[in-house]
């Protein structure tokens, strides 16, 4: 199986940037996509992006195109999401996710590992 766990997040004020790192151990060469997804409160969880961990083609919600960029270190068995221009609806805890097979779906039945959260709150 595959362990997730992320890291990076925290507060910060419209318009600013965060990071967000997810590290992955185990079997790791099992997946082949990794994503993020998010879940503020009441609301059901999202999916934010998408990459293939093979060839780094990636997916973003309209959401946040533009706006946020996921990359992947394979070296170092990380996944990460750039964000900026943040704004008070991308509040949410953060959810790393890998999948065994996929296209690069942003649904979350489209993956088998997650990870635990981290939160990100952004104030105006």
């Known amino acids: 199986q595959v362990q997730l766990v992320e890291s990076g997040g925290g507060s910060a004020q419209a318009g600013g940037s965060l990071r967000l790192s997810c590290t992955a151990s185990g079997n790791t060469w099992r997946y082949n996509s990794m994503a993020w997804f998010r879940q503020g409160p009441g609301k059901e969880r999202e999916g934010v992006a998408t990459?293939?961990?093979?060839?780094?083609?990636?997916r973003y919600d309209d959401s946040v195109k533009g706006r946020f960029t996921i990359s992947r270190d394979n070296a170092k068995n990380t996944v990460y999401l750039q964000m900026s221009s943040l704004k008070s609806e991308d509040t949410a805890m953060y959810y790393c996710a890998a999948g065994l097979v996929g296209d690069g779906s942003l649904s979350k039945i489209a993956y088998n590992y997650w990870g635990q959260g981290t939160q990100v709150t952004v104030s105006t």
């Open positions: 990459v293939y961990v093979n060839s780094g083609s990636a």
